[in-house]
């Protein structure tokens, strides 16, 4: 099985800026992809940003220029680095896993952390 742990979210004023993690464990290898989808209230949850395992990167068209994913493959964790921070972003963010299991693609969700952006 394959954990995902985020880190807090927390509230932020618009035009700030903070970084999430999630740090994976367990049976984490062929490792197609690792990410972060958001789901505001009363909306179907969105990719937000995707690193692949090559480290080939992607992003929702709302965040680029502000928002930026990374990988640290030694501590098997990822980072969403947020900046300039708009109310819109406000949402439940949850890290997602996507491996190889043979030729199948598995899925794996982290628990969900809010961010709130607001004065």
């Known amino acids: 099985q394959v954990q995902l742990v985020e880190s807090w979210g927390d509230l932020v004023q618009p035009g700030g800026s903070l970084r999430l993690s999630c740090a994976a464990s367990?049976?984490?290898?062929?490792?197609?992809?690792m990410g972060w989808y958001r789901q505001a209230s009363g909306k179907e949850r969105e990719l937000v940003a995707v690193?692949?395992?090559?480290?080939?990167?992607n992003y929702v068209d709302a965040v680029k220029g502000r928002f930026t994913i990374s990988r640290d493959n030694a501590k098997n964790t990822v980072y969403l680095q947020m900046n300039s921070l708009k109310p819109e972003d406000t949402a439940v963010y949850y890290c997602?896993?996507?491996?190889?299991?043979?030729?199948?693609?598995?899925?794996?969700w982290g628990q969900g952390t809010q961010i709130i952006v607001s004065s």
């Open positions: 997602n896993l996507h491996r190889w299991v043979g030729a199948v693609v598995t899925s794996h």
């Open positions: 690193i692949s395992g090559g480290g080939n990167t």
């Open positions: 367990g049976s984490i290898f062929n490792i197609k992809d």
